[in-house]
């Protein structure tokens, strides 16, 4: 996929994941994988892109500079990835779209659409590359005006501080870009969500996002050294200290801020050497308690690796169902039995990446971990994940054509409680359905690991219902099932999607009344008139 520095409205598909150009099949082995464990598929019927723009109301918004008023483009804006934002589009039904689209390219630009925002009562949602899966971007029912901002234009590299390695990127400008770029110069960030294709490096740091490759320097926190935030009170210019004890770090307060306090026009990252090698192995684990405590051992042993997941046995299985070269998949399973390991194993992968000493050492010391714990080397296998990485959100277009709804959530917790929790969340997904007489297929992976305690991350699939509505009961009902044992377990409610709108009904049980008033306070000090995307993070402000 070429490095963009935007998006691209022409290119984008308006109701699905990613570019018009790539597509996605489900494997025969999927299929079958799903029709054994859910039952034949239900296809949908989708509303087609002329019939939803017809649907447009009129705009709320006064014409003005900046600002985009075309029905197709509202269209495109109004909604992100989460899985009734599918619904929504996919059924052309779709309650509230943007009364307009801004479309600045400065910071100056951002601070004049502000003020008119405040003149006309109008409600602002920022939007980068469109992909929040919890509802952040998505446009709400509102009294007053909705303008989505698109920060696409706030892209390229500013400043390149090499000897610093710090480099000043506008907030708009997406991952490919970035890496393209920082590439030719021996840089690399090494944040890469599986949304890298399109997510744009304000969003990393407004959701407080978390990298394939966080278990060496991929979640945000880590490389978010500063910036500028033009709030609706005013503009934060945020140094990048390598380290300050002057009071609390505001940088904390953006991060994960989710677009409630205001526009980040510009990001400083820091950044790190291209690896002078890089390189991934894949384990079968005798069993997922062998794989759970070599995933903990590795971690607590603080081995300077660049990833670390181990996946259920049932998350193996399904990744091989869904692989398009079953001969290579027949041949790994056949080289397993030779080595007499049970059906139920589970799968590790490592990746190293960095200097070649390092690396080769961190590589040598998990691998005598693992071989503690009876894994055996899979050959191929990590090579052929990490080139598919970011296949699979382009897959979930295909399950719904296929007449399967598929989605996501995570949650982490300390190494105590990872059993329990996990098998309890399996537990409870699996069995939201049974009053719809409908099954639920679940898998898991630890997807981030740190010495206290690692991200358990849930990826389930289940038949679409006869309509919109009962698909999206079905969703709800699994996500709050979910939601249940994660709040019963003390567990966090997002370890790295961020809150959005979908979970801000759990936010106040992790946080407590007065985390959640201190929040509060914050955002009224930012944004005094409540502009900023009403609903998202918090519930929305009243005026």
Same mark, same amino acid.
């Given at each position: 996929?070429?490095?963009?520095?935007?998006h691209?409205?022409?290119m984008?598909?308006?109701?699905g994941?990613?570019?018009e @150009?790539?597509t %996605?099949?489900?494997?025969?082995?999927?299929?079958?994988?799903?029709?054994?464990?859910l039952?034949?598929?239900?296809?949908p019927?989708?509303?087609?892109?002329a019939?939803?723009v017809?649907?447009?109301?009129?705009?709320?918004?006064?014409?003005?500079?900046?600002l985009?008023l075309?029905?197709?483009g509202?269209?495109?804006?109004?909604r992100?990835?989460?899985?009734?934002?599918?619904v929504?589009?996919?059924?052309?039904?779709?309650?509230?779209?943007?009364d307009a689209?801004?479309?600045?390219r400065?910071?100056?630009?951002?601070r004049?659409i502000?003020?008119?925002?405040?003149?006309? @009562?109008a409600?602002?949602?920022?939007?980068? @590359?469109?992909?929040s899966v919890t509802?952040g971007?998505?446009?709400r029912?509102?009294?007053?005006p909705?303008?989505?901002v698109d920060?696409s234009?706030?892209?390229?590299?500013?400043?390149?501080?090499?000897?610093s390695?710090?480099?000043?990127v506008?907030?708009?400008?997406?991952?490919?870009?970035?890496?393209s770029?920082?590439?030719?110069?021996g840089?690399?960030i090494?944040?890469?969500?599986?949304?890298?294709?399109?997510?744009?490096?304000?969003?990393?740091?407004?959701?407080? $996002?978390?990298g394939?490759?966080?278990?060496?320097?991929g979640?945000i926190e880590q490389?978010f050294?500063g910036?500028t935030?033009e709030?609706? %009170?005013g503009?934060?210019?945020?140094?990048?200290?390598?380290a300050?004890?002057?009071g609390?770090?505001?940088r904390?307060l953006?991060?994960?801020?989710?677009?409630?306090?205001g526009?980040l026009s510009?990001?400083?990252l820091?950044?790190?050497?291209?690896?002078e090698i890089?390189g991934?192995? %894949?384990w079968a684990?005798?069993?997922?308690?062998e $794989?759970?405590?070599? %995933?903990?051992?590795i971690?607590?042993?603080?081995?300077?690796?660049s990833l670390?997941?181990?996946?259920t046995?049932?998350?193996?299985r399904?990744?091989?169902a869904?692989?398009d070269h079953?001969g290579?998949v027949k041949?790994?399973?056949a080289?397993?039995?030779?080595?007499r390991?049970?059906?139920a194993?589970?799968?590790l992968?490592?990746?190293?990446a960095?200097?070649?000493n390092?690396a080769r050492?961190?590589?040598?010391?998990?691998a005598?971990?693992?071989?503690?714990h009876e894994g055996i080397?899979?050959?191929?296998?990590?090579?052929g994940?990490?080139?598919?990485r970011?296949?699979t959100?382009?897959l979930?277009?295909a399950l719904w054509?296929?007449?399967?709804g598929?989605?996501?959530?995570?949650t982490?917790t300390d190494w105590?409680?990872v059993?329990?929790?996990?098998?309890?969340?399996e537990?409870a997904?699996e069995?939201a359905?049974?009053?719809?007489?409908?099954?639920?297929h679940?898998f898991?992976?630890?997807?981030?690991l740190y010495?206290?305690g690692a991200?358990?991350?849930?990826?389930?699939i289940?038949?679409l219902g006869?309509?919109p509505?009962a698909t999206l009961?079905w969703?709800r009902?699994?996500?709050a099932a979910?939601?249940s044992v994660?709040?019963a377990?003390?567990a966090?409610?997002?370890?790295?999607?961020?809150?959005?709108?979908?979970?801000?009904p759990?936010?106040?049980?992790?946080?407590?009344?007065?985390?959640?008033a201190a929040l509060?306070a914050v955002?009224r000090?930012?944004?005094p008139d409540?502009?900023?995307?009403p609903?998202v993070l918090?519930? $929305?402000p009243k005026r």
């Amino acid at each position: 996929m070429r490095p963009r520095i935007g998006h691209d409205d022409a290119m984008r598909r308006w109701n699905g994941w990613g570019d018009e @150009g790539h597509t %996605a099949e489900v494997s025969e082995g999927g299929l079958a994988l799903l029709a054994e464990k859910l039952g034949p598929g239900r296809p949908p019927v989708d509303a087609t892109l002329a019939k939803v723009v017809a649907a447009v109301p009129t705009s709320r918004a006064k014409p003005g500079e900046f600002l985009d008023l075309d029905p197709e483009g509202r269209v495109r804006h109004a909604r992100g990835q989460s899985f009734p934002d599918l619904v929504d589009l996919r059924s052309g039904r779709l309650d509230a779209v943007p009364d307009a689209v801004a479309r600045p390219r400065t910071a100056a630009h951002i601070r004049d659409i502000l003020v008119r925002a405040k003149a006309q @009562g109008a409600r602002l949602v920022p939007y980068g @590359g469109g992909t929040s899966v919890t509802g952040g971007v998505s446009t709400r029912r509102l009294p007053d005006p909705v303008i989505t901002v698109d920060l696409s234009g706030l892209a390229g590299v500013r400043e390149m501080d090499e000897r610093s390695g710090l480099v000043t990127v506008g907030a708009g400008t997406t991952g490919p870009a970035l890496d393209s770029w920082l590439r030719e110069r021996g840089l690399f960030i090494g944040h890469e969500p599986q949304s890298f294709d399109l997510a744009t490096v304000g969003g990393w740091v407004a959701a407080r $996002g978390s990298g394939l490759r966080s278990f060496g320097q991929g979640r945000i926190e880590q490389l978010f050294a500063g910036g500028t935030l033009e709030s609706p %009170a005013g503009t934060m210019v945020m140094p990048p200290f390598p380290a300050s004890a002057a009071g609390p770090d505001l940088r904390q307060l953006v991060l994960g801020s989710e677009g409630r306090l205001g526009f980040l026009s510009d990001v400083i990252l820091r950044t790190s050497p291209v690896p002078e090698i890089e390189g991934m192995e %894949a384990w079968a684990m005798p069993t997922w308690q062998e $794989g759970c405590e070599a %995933a903990r051992a590795i971690a607590q042993a603080r081995l300077p690796l660049s990833l670390v997941r181990l996946s259920t046995p049932a998350e193996a299985r399904t990744l091989l169902a869904f692989s398009d070269h079953p001969g290579q998949v027949k041949a790994l399973q056949a080289y397993i039995r030779a080595r007499r390991k049970p059906h139920a194993w589970a799968l590790l992968i490592t990746g190293v990446a960095g200097a070649r000493n390092l690396a080769r050492l961190a590589r040598n010391e998990a691998a005598e971990i693992i071989d503690a714990h009876e894994g055996i080397r899979l050959p191929g296998l990590a090579e052929g994940w990490f080139a598919a990485r970011f296949r699979t959100p382009y897959l979930r277009n295909a399950l719904w054509e296929a007449g399967y709804g598929s989605d996501t959530l995570e949650t982490a917790t300390d190494w105590s409680r990872v059993p329990t929790l996990l098998s309890r969340l399996e537990a409870a997904i699996e069995q939201a359905l049974l009053p719809h007489r409908e099954k639920v297929h679940v898998f898991t992976h630890l997807s981030h690991l740190y010495p206290t305690g690692a991200s358990i991350y849930l990826s389930f699939i289940f038949r679409l219902g006869s309509t919109p509505e009962a698909t999206l009961t079905w969703w709800r009902a699994i996500r709050a099932a979910a939601a249940s044992v994660i709040a019963a377990e003390g567990a966090t409610i997002s370890h790295h999607h961020g809150v959005g709108a979908d979970a801000v009904p759990y936010l106040r049980t992790e946080k407590g009344p007065l985390g959640i008033a201190a929040l509060e306070a914050v955002t009224r000090v930012f944004d005094p008139d409540g502009l900023m995307n009403p609903g998202v993070l918090l519930e $929305g402000p009243k005026r």
